[in-house]
C-alpha cells in the first residue's frame, strides 16, 4: 500500500511539472484554496537582466535638514532612511527624517510610500548600474555618521552648500552605496560651464543596510 502511494505521488508531482512546461503556470486547487500563477514565455520577453545605470543626486543642505532660518544649526539628532525610485529616465532616492526609535516610537507610521519628505534631484547619470551580481538596498545617513560632516558643513554655511549623493558599488560586498561631497557650483568664466568645489575636500557614505536596520540606532 506505500508503494502505490508513494506512486501516485510521484504521478502527481511528474502531472504537475508537466502542466508547468506546457503552460507556463501553475494551477492550484487545495481544498477551499484556488489560485492561478501565470509566467510569460516566449521570444518577446528577454530573460536577461537589464543594466539600469544610476544617477548622481543633489540636495541643498538646508532642505536636507528642513531647516528654515539659514543661521540655525544642523540637527546632529536627525537621521535619515532612503528608497530607491525609478522614475521614466532616472533612478533617484527619495526618503524620511527619523529621530532615535527608542524617542518616539509612533514616529515610524509615516513610513509610507506617499509620504516621503525628502527628495533628492537626478543631475546626469553615473558609470555604476545596477543588475546581475549587486544588492540593491535602503541608504541610511545616521547621525552618529554624520557627526563629521555636520561639523565640517557648520564651517561652510555661509557658502550656500550643495550635496552630491554619487553612487559607488563595493566589488567585495556587491552593494549599492553613495559617495556623498558638500559642494559648491561656480558658473565657469565665459559661461563654458559649471565647476563644482569640494568645500570640505572630504568624502562621506551611506551605509546600505537590510530594511529592518533602516530604523535601527
Do not use: C
Not at 546600505?208 to 540606532?217: A, G, K, V, Y
Amino acid at each position: 500500500m506505500k508503494n502505490l502511494f508513494a506512486s501516485m505521488k510521484f504521478l502527481f508531482l511528474g502531472l504537475l511539472v508537466l502542466s508547468f512546461t506546457a503552460y507556463g503556470q501553475i494551477k492550484q486547487t487545495t481544498p477551499g484554496v484556488i489560485g492561478t500563477i501565470a509566467f510569460k514565455s516566449g521570444a518577446a520577453v528577454s530573460q536577461k537582466i537589464p543594466l539600469i545605470y544610476l544617477d548622481t543626486l543633489q540636495i541643498g543642505v538646508d532642505v536636507l535638514f528642513n531647516l528654515q532660518d539659514p543661521q540655525k544649526k544642523l540637527d546632529k539628532d536627525i537621521n535619515f532612511v532612503f528608497e530607491f525610485y525609478v522614475k521614466d529616465d532616472a533612478v533617484t532616492l527619495h526618503g524620511w527624517r527619523f529621530k532615535r526609535a527608542s524617542r518616539n516610537v509612533n514616529q515610524f507610521r509615516k513610513f509610507t510610500p506617499d509620504s516621503s519628505d525628502v527628495f533628492l534631484t537626478p543631475i546626469g547619470k553615473s558609470s555604476v548600474a545596477i543588475g546581475p551580481d549587486t544588492y540593491v538596498n535602503n541608504q541610511v545617513f545616521y547621525a552618529k555618521d554624520m557627526k563629521t560632516m555636520i561639523q565640517d558643513i557648520e564651517k561652510v554655511r555661509d557658502r550656500g552648500p550643495q550635496l552630491l549623493f554619487i553612487p559607488t558599488k563595493d566589488p567585495v560586498t556587491k552593494r549599492i552605496r553613495y559617495n556623498v561631497l558638500v559642494v559648491s557650483f561656480i558658473s565657469a568664466s565665459g559661461g563654458t560651464g559649471t565647476i563644482i568645489e569640494n568645500l570640505t575636500g572630504a568624502t562621506y557614505q551611506t551605509n546600505p543596510s537590510p530594511p529592518h536596520q533602516s530604523t535601527d540606532n
